[in-house]
């Protein structure tokens, strides 16, 4: 026995261990830089303190940036325009909290690792040529030299700092995340763990008292429950409470301090809990020649510091020869190799064949399930706020059968696919009393309490969204319009033709004119005017009458004109009339109708509102009668809404704007404005959901052929038109939640 010891003894001694490394990335090239990072030197303090001194060649200009990791535990920090001259990339430590410095070179910076063994505080401090790395336990006395909290700046910390907003957010993948903006880059901070809550302290910061709040973001289905703001020893801090398993990671990018909350998904069967994929073991070095199971099996145990218990049924050999892996991973190729199983409890690993697992959780299910057929049940009375007592009664029956009075018992589910689908156990009975919305549940202890769990889930205040819509109907139309008539009349001679064709308008008032002295006359020439209408002239002792109709050679007015000129010439020796007409239209209109209409409903409820008319409009029946029937036209929002954890909004929507059209003979048009679509939308936030723009330009020209197109003289014989109508539609759309339980305290 004692050789066998002796020898296991001389195999661990070949053992060699390895870390990993976050700058596996880097690369390794050298660049030409003055200083240098000759030597660390670890120096062990009273109360489990450490100092580590990195000697430089030169003094550093500044404190180096600094973060932290928290799984595997870390402190990383860069020192720039350095190399490395120590000769090697790790230095073993094994002094306190502080296994290993390893040092990796990048292009412009050496970077730092000090690998620990469990979190703890940290400060940089500068002392002539030398770096002074401070480790402190949590709850140890706080040396001079981790006075100043852990930095995220590359500057010492000055008075004067302040917090100008914190916020919160859900991240992709679940995790909560804190934003605190800064009010410089230069802010103390120091991120840790007391107990079950992380803690920030900004050293020298002042926090408004408007942030002097708690936030309550339960709703945001992450890791945190809440995020306390406080002043506290006069500096601000920031404490962060989550729930179930978790980790956190903290980073700061100029201003904006960031620190994730991650969830910590729970793997039986993994030995290092955490979010990184695959083997997350320390790395070690085996290399054994038939030796027995059970004693690797007990190495692996004293490496890891890890509780093994190892089953009786385990015996064997094994030759393994493994350099440089994780040792989760060497453990799961011995026991695959071997056919073994474990199962991880706690900090305690049990290894055994895998058969004699299977057989002992068989044998465990087998009898819970006679315990649960031989339990005695017993009768809970739960009293619902918010869920609906029948509605909760048909899901623990898996959607089995309704009943129509609220008092009826119902022992058993309805159809084979609601019992296999039940909540409840197979002898568990369900009934409610839909005056009280109690519902009273005769089930096992355990089902008892797991239906109290869905309770606190599921009976909660829904949510209320107001969906607010806006349409706006922005319309501009200019026409313009300008036309002529144009007439020569000439008939006998001046005292032997008295009929004289005269047309054109001139006016609502008599109009003379003076003319050359003839037959007598009294050299006076004067129009009556009837309507706008020349009637007669009279000139001495003749007399020229019109019928009322105007004589013209084109007539080309502009309809319902706005404005005209008119002009008539008349020459007795000629026996020549003369008439001209202009006549012109200019229109510009511009409108904004908007339509407003707002609902609000329940989270994931569908809501409707709607406003307008019936319009009706008779039709045929097959009898030939007939009837009245009515088109609606109406404004209507239609919004199904769903409150994500982050606080937006998903929204279907059916909006629609119709109004009467022109009537036909087979009844009225009804001209349709609508939109149906999907939007994500913020609390709060407008977003535009489309938009019609209809523009019609339109140019025409009526004339007389020749004429028309002389120049100048032209426009007495043409009429010119243009119209130009721009009609453009937008819908807004503006989510709020009325949820009072949201608001920030």
């Given at each position: 026995?004692?050789?066998?010891?002796?020898?296991?003894?001389t195999?661990?001694?070949?053992?060699?261990?390895?870390?990993?490394?976050?700058?596996?990335?880097?690369?390794?090239?050298?660049?030409?830089?003055?200083?240098?990072?000759?030597?660390?030197?670890?120096?062990?303090?009273?109360?489990?303190?450490?100092?580590?001194?990195?000697?430089?060649?030169?003094?550093?200009?500044?404190?180096?940036?600094?973060?932290?990791l928290?799984?595997?535990?870390?402190?990383?920090f860069?020192?720039?325009?350095?190399?490395?001259?120590?000769?090697?990339?790790v230095?073993?430590?094994?002094?306190?909290?502080?296994?290993?410095?390893?040092?990796?070179?990048?292009?412009?910076?050496?970077?730092?690792?000090?690998n620990?063994?469990?979190?703890?505080?940290?400060?940089?401090?500068?002392?002539d040529?030398?770096?002074?790395?401070?480790l402190?336990?949590?709850?140890?006395?706080?040396?001079?030299a981790?006075?100043?909290?852990?930095?995220?700046?590359?500057?010492?910390?000055?008075?004067?700092?302040?917090?100008?907003?914190?916020?919160?957010?859900r991240?992709?993948?679940?995790?909560?995340?804190?934003?605190?903006?800064?009010?410089?880059?230069?802010?103390?901070?120091?991120?840790?763990?007391?107990?079950?809550?992380?803690?920030?302290?900004?050293?020298?910061?002042?926090?408004?008292?408007?942030?002097?709040?708690?936030?309550?973001?339960?709703?945001?289905?992450?890791?945190?429950?809440?995020?306390?703001?406080?002043?506290?020893?006069?500096?601000?801090q920031?404490?962060?409470?989550?729930?179930?398993?978790?980790?956190?990671?903290?980073?700061?990018?100029?201003?904006?301090?960031?620190?994730?909350?991650?969830?910590?998904?729970?793997?039986?069967?993994?030995?290092i809990?955490?979010?990184?994929?695959?083997?997350a073991?320390?790395?070690?070095?085996?290399?054994?020649?038939?030796?027995?199971?059970?004693?690797?099996?007990?190495?692996?145990?004293?490496?890891?510091?890890?509780?093994?218990?190892?089953?009786?049924?385990?015996?064997?050999?094994?030759?393994?020869?493994?350099?440089?892996?994780?040792?989760?991973?060497a453990?799961?190729?011995?026991?695959?190799s071997?056919?073994?199983?474990?199962?991880?409890?706690?900090?305690?690993?049990?290894?055994a064949?895998?058969?004699?697992?299977?057989?002992?959780?068989?044998a465990?299910?087998?009898?819970?399930?006679?315990?649960?057929?031989?339990?005695?049940?017993?009768?809970?009375?739960?009293?619902?706020?918010?869920?609906?007592?029948?509605?909760?009664?048909n899901?623990?029956?898996?959607?089995?059968?309704?009943?129509?009075?609220?008092?009826?018992?119902?022992?058993?589910?309805?159809?084979?696919?609601?019992?296999?689908?039940?909540?409840?156990?197979?002898?568990?009975?369900?009934t409610?009393?839909?005056?009280?919305?109690?519902?009273?549940?005769?089930d096992?202890?355990?089902?008892?309490?797991?239906?109290?769990?869905?309770?606190?889930?599921?009976?909660?205040?829904?949510?209320?969204?107001?969906?607010?819509?806006?349409?706006?109907?922005?319309?501009?139309?200019?026409?313009?319009?300008?036309?002529?008539?144009?007439?020569?009349?000439?008939?006998?001679?001046?005292?032997?033709?008295?009929?004289?064709?005269?047309?054109?308008?001139?006016?609502?008032?008599?109009?003379?004119?003076?003319?050359?002295?003839t037959?007598?006359g009294?050299?006076?020439?004067?129009?009556?005017?009837?309507?706008?209408?020349?009637?007669?002239a009279?000139?001495?002792?003749?007399?020229?009458?019109?019928?009322?109709?105007?004589?013209?050679?084109?007539?080309?007015?502009?309809?319902?004109?706005y404005?005209?000129?008119?002009?008539?010439?008349?020459?007795?020796?000629?026996?020549?009339?003369?008439?001209?007409?202009?006549?012109?239209?200019?229109?510009?209109?511009?409108?904004?109708?908007?339509?407003?209409?707002?609902?609000?409903?329940?989270?994931?409820?569908?809501a409707?509102?709607?406003?307008?008319?019936?319009?009706?409009?008779?039709?045929?029946?097959?009898?030939?009668?007939?009837?009245?029937?009515?088109?609606?036209?109406?404004?209507?929002?239609?919004?199904?809404?769903?409150?994500?954890?982050?606080?937006?909004?998903?929204?279907?929507?059916?909006?629609?704007?119709?109004?009467?059209?022109?009537?036909?003979?087979?009844?009225?048009?009804?001209?349709?404005?609508?939109?149906?679509?999907?939007?994500?939308?913020?609390?709060?936030?407008?977003?535009?959901?489309?938009?019609?723009?209809?523009?019609?330009?339109?140019k025409?020209?009526?004339?007389?052929p020749?004429?028309?197109?002389?120049?100048?003289?032209?426009?007495a014989?043409?009429r010119?038109?243009?119209?130009?109508?721009?009609?453009?539609l937008?819908?807004?759309i503006?989510?709020?939640?009325?949820?009072?339980?949201?608001?920030?305290?």
């Amino acid at each position: 026995m004692m050789k066998k010891l002796s020898d296991l003894v001389t195999r661990m001694a070949l053992f060699a261990v390895a870390l990993t490394s976050p700058l596996l990335g880097m690369t390794a090239e050298l660049p030409t830089n003055n200083n240098q990072l000759q030597a660390v030197e670890v120096t062990a303090l009273p109360g489990g303190r450490l100092n580590v001194q990195l000697q430089m060649a030169h003094p550093l200009a500044t404190t180096p940036l600094s973060f932290t990791l928290s799984n595997p535990p870390r402190i990383v920090f860069d020192i720039p325009n350095a190399t490395n001259a120590t000769g090697k990339n790790v230095l073993p430590i094994n002094q306190g909290v502080l296994k290993s410095v390893q040092v990796a070179q990048a292009s412009d910076r050496s970077r730092v690792v000090l690998n620990l063994s469990k979190p703890v505080q940290h400060a940089l401090q500068l002392q002539d040529q030398s770096l002074m790395v401070g480790l402190t336990q949590e709850g140890a006395e706080v040396p001079v030299a981790a006075v100043a909290a852990k930095r995220f700046s590359e500057q010492e910390v000055a008075a004067g700092h302040k917090i100008n907003k914190i916020d919160f957010v859900r991240g992709k993948n679940g995790e909560g995340r804190i934003l605190v903006d800064l009010s410089d880059s230069r802010v103390g901070v120091n991120v840790r763990n007391a107990g079950k809550t992380v803690v920030i302290d900004f050293a020298d910061t002042e926090l408004p008292e408007a942030l002097q709040r708690r936030l309550n973001v339960t709703n945001f289905n992450t890791p945190v429950l809440y995020v306390d703001a406080l002043r506290h020893h006069h500096q601000a801090q920031i404490v962060i409470e989550p729930q179930g398993d978790w980790e956190q990671s903290a980073y700061q990018t100029d201003r904006r301090l960031v620190v994730d909350i991650r969830p910590l998904p729970k793997d039986p069967n993994k030995l290092i809990q955490g979010s990184k994929q695959g083997y997350a073991g320390e790395k070690l070095s085996l290399n054994f020649q038939r030796v027995d199971v059970r004693d690797v099996l007990k190495v692996i145990a004293d490496f890891t510091g890890k509780n093994i218990v190892v089953s009786d049924a385990v015996s064997g050999s094994v030759t393994i020869g493994l350099k440089d892996v994780p040792w989760d991973q060497a453990l799961d190729v011995i026991m695959k190799s071997k056919g073994l199983d474990m199962r991880v409890n706690g900090s305690v690993i049990s290894i055994a064949p895998a058969e004699e697992f299977a057989a002992k959780e068989k044998a465990q299910l087998t009898a819970e399930a006679e315990r649960e057929t031989l339990e005695t049940l017993r009768t809970e009375v739960f009293s619902l706020k918010y869920q609906k007592a029948m509605d909760f009664r048909n899901m623990l029956l898996g959607g089995g059968g309704t009943s129509a009075g609220g008092n009826a018992p119902s022992m058993s589910g309805g159809s084979t696919a609601g019992r296999m689908n039940r909540i409840l156990s197979q002898r568990g009975s369900v009934t409610f009393d839909a005056r009280t919305n109690t519902i009273f549940i005769q089930d096992t202890p355990r089902k008892l309490e797991e239906i109290q769990t869905i309770i606190n889930k599921v009976d909660v205040p829904v949510k209320q969204v107001m969906i607010e819509s806006r349409m706006v109907i922005a319309s501009n139309t200019f026409s313009k319009a300008l036309g002529a008539r144009f007439g020569i009349s000439q008939t006998g001679t001046p005292g032997s033709n008295t009929n004289l064709s005269v047309g054109g308008t001139l006016g609502n008032k008599a109009t003379a004119f003076t003319a050359p002295t003839t037959a007598g006359g009294n050299g006076t020439f004067t129009l009556g005017t009837q309507g706008g209408t020349v009637q007669s002239a009279t000139l001495g002792n003749y007399t020229v009458s019109s019928n009322g109709q105007p004589d013209l050679m084109s007539n080309l007015p502009v309809t319902n004109a706005y404005g005209g000129i008119a002009l008539s010439l008349l020459k007795l020796s000629a026996n020549m009339l003369l008439n001209l007409e202009l006549s012109a239209l200019e229109a510009d209109a511009r409108g904004k109708v908007i339509s407003s209409p707002r609902v609000t409903t329940a989270n994931q409820q569908k809501a409707r509102i709607a406003q307008g008319v019936e319009i009706p409009y008779q039709t045929s029946t097959s009898s030939g009668a007939t009837a009245v029937s009515f088109k609606r036209a109406e404004l209507s929002l239609e919004v199904t809404p769903q409150i994500t954890p982050d606080q937006k909004i998903i929204m279907d929507l059916d909006v629609r704007k119709d109004s009467k059209g022109e009537e036909t003979s087979g009844g009225v048009a009804i001209n349709t404005q609508n939109v149906q679509t999907q939007v994500l939308v913020g609390n709060g936030e407008t977003v535009v959901l489309g938009g019609i723009y209809e523009q019609v330009s339109r140019k025409s020209t009526d004339k007389v052929p020749f004429f028309g197109d002389l120049p100048v003289v032209g426009y007495a014989f043409k009429r010119n038109t243009r119209q130009e109508d721009k009609t453009e539609l937008l819908i807004f759309i503006t989510p709020k939640v009325m949820d009072e339980s949201l608001a920030l305290n």
